[in-house]
C-alpha cells in the first residue's frame, strides 16, 4: 500500500487525509482566508501524528476546483512547494467529486441502499449561482458523467426536468431548494450536508493513485470554471508565502 497525502480548501472547509499501511490520518478545520497560513503546519502535525515524514509520501493530492478561488490556489500553491521541494508527484482531485464520495460513504455508513448508478452535485457557487457536475459508481471507482459547469439555479432546474436526477449531493439542496424545486422530487435521494471531505478525499486520492493519474508539480493547476481577472495583492502575497513556506519544509531532511 502506497503512502498519500491529499489536502482541498475549495469549500468553507479545510480537509487534510493521510493513508499509510499502517493506517489513515484525517484532519478537517475551517478554511477560507485560513487555508493559506494554515495548509503546511497542519499538514506538518499529520505527518507527525503518524510517524512519518514528506520523504515517505509516495504523491500529494490536492483538490483541484471547482471552488472559492483563493482557497484553490492556497492548495495549488501549497502542493507545488511540497512536491517541487521533496521530489513527488501529485494527484488533481475533482472537488465535486469528492462531495459524491461523501455522500456514498454516508449512504454506507447509515446502513442505506448503495449509491449506483448517477449522482449530481451541486454545490453554492455564491453569487446566485452553482457548480454541478455528474458522476457515476461504476465497478468500484467513479467516472464523471457531465464535467463542472457553472449553472444558474433556473437553467439547472431546466436540465433536471429533461431527465431527473435520482441522487444530489451538496450544499446548493439547501441554499436554492425552492429554486431547484427540491421539495417535488420525492423519489430522488439528497445529501445536503457533507459528513467528511477528509475521508472521501483520501478515497479519491487512493483512486487517483491506482488509476495511474500522478502529474509532475508543475502541472498541478486549479480547475475554474467562473473567471476572475485579477487576485488581491493580499492574495498574492499569501499564495507566494505558503509556496515558500511549503518549499522550505519539503527540503529539510
Known amino acids: 500500500m502506497s503512502i498519500l497525502l491529499a ?22 478545520a475551517a478554511g477560507g482566508p485560513q487555508a493559506s497560513a494554515r495548509l503546511v503546519p497542519e499538514v506538518l502535525a499529520l505527518l507527525a501524528a503518524a510517524g512519518l515524514s514528506l520523504a515517505d509520501v509516495d504523491a500529494i493530492g490536492f483538490g483541484r476546483g471547482p471552488g472559492a478561488f483563493t482557497g484553490l490556489r492556497a492548495a495549488c500553491a501549497v502542493v507545488q512547494g511540497l512536491a517541487f521541494g521533496a521530489g513527488k508527484p501529485v494527484l488533481a482531485i475533482d472537488s465535486l467529486m469528492l462531495v459524491a464520495e461523501d455522500a456514498r460513504q454516508q449512504a454506507a455508513a447509515d446502513g442505506q441502499p448503495p449509491l449506483t448508478g448517477s449522482v449530481w452535485v451541486a454545490m453554492d457557487a455564491r453569487m446566485g449561482e452553482i457548480y454541478a457536475a455528474c458522476y457515476a459508481w461504476r465497478q468500484g471507482v467513479w467516472v464523471t458523467e457531465a464535467e463542472p459547469a457553472l449553472y444558474t439555479p433556473a437553467s439547472l432546474c431546466e436540465l433536471w426536468q429533461a431527465q431527473a436526477p435520482s441522487a444530489v449531493a451538496g450544499s446548493a439542496l439547501t441554499v436554492f431548494a425552492e429554486q431547484l424545486a427540491m421539495s417535488d422530487r420525492a423519489d430522488c435521494r439528497v445529501w445536503a450536508n457533507s459528513r467528511s471531505r477528509a475521508s ?38 499569501a499564495e507566494r508565502q505558503a509556496v515558500h513556506q511549503a518549499e522550505r519544509q519539503a527540503e529539510r531532511p
Open 7 to 28: 489536502l482541498d480548501s475549495s469549500t468553507e472547509t479545510m480537509a487534510l487525509a493521510l493513508t499509510s499501511p499502517a493506517g489513515r490520518w484525517l484532519f478537517e
Open 200 to 237: 472521501a478525499l483520501a478515497a479519491l486520492a487512493a483512486q487517483a493513485w491506482d488509476s495511474g493519474a500522478q502529474l509532475d508539480a508543475a502541472e498541478a493547476m486549479p480547475v475554474y470554471v467562473r473567471d476572475k481577472v485579477a487576485q488581491t495583492t493580499a492574495e498574492r502575497q
